[in-house]
């Protein structure tokens, strides 16, 4: 089982960029999907996660207003959609699957499937 996230690359602040996380093999729709990232020098953080249903999202205050996350069941992919972006978006981005119930989907120790991650820099 692997995730593999994709879309990453180099952006002005103010801009956008959509990243992608893929599966081959399962169903992304048997997971809540979150999206974390890790700036240099920090540790992972968690940034948006949408439930298996799609009725349920969650948002760091970072985030908030800024990102939105989707899920395409008929690709099986999830997307973060990113706009305004900002120097301090900079880091790996990375996807994890999970099972953990709603209210612990905050929690990185939870997920259960990772892929590699995919660069973001933000820069002038």
């Known amino acids: 089982v692997q995730l593999q996230a994709s879309g990453g690359g180099l952006a002005q602040p103010g801009g956008s960029l959509s990243l992608s996380c893929a599966a081959s093999g399962y169903s992304l729709d048997e997971y809540a999907i979150g999206w974390f990232r890790q700036a240099p020098g920090k540790e992972r953080e968690g940034v948006a996660c949408?439930?298996?249903?799609?009725?349920?999202?969650y948002y760091a205050d970072s985030a908030k207003g800024r990102f939105t996350i989707s899920r395409d069941s008929a690709k099986n992919t999830v997307h973060l959609q990113m706009s305004r972006l900002k120097p301090e978006d900079t880091g790996v981005y990375y996807c994890?699957?999970?099972?953990?119930?709603?209210?612990?989907?905050?929690?990185?120790?939870?997920?259960?499937?990772w892929g590699p991650g995919t660069l973001v820099t933000v820069s002038s």
């Open positions: 949408i439930s298996t249903t799609d009725e349920r999202s």
């Open positions: 994890g699957a999970t099972t953990v119930v709603w209210g612990r989907v905050k929690e990185e120790n939870h997920y259960i499937h």
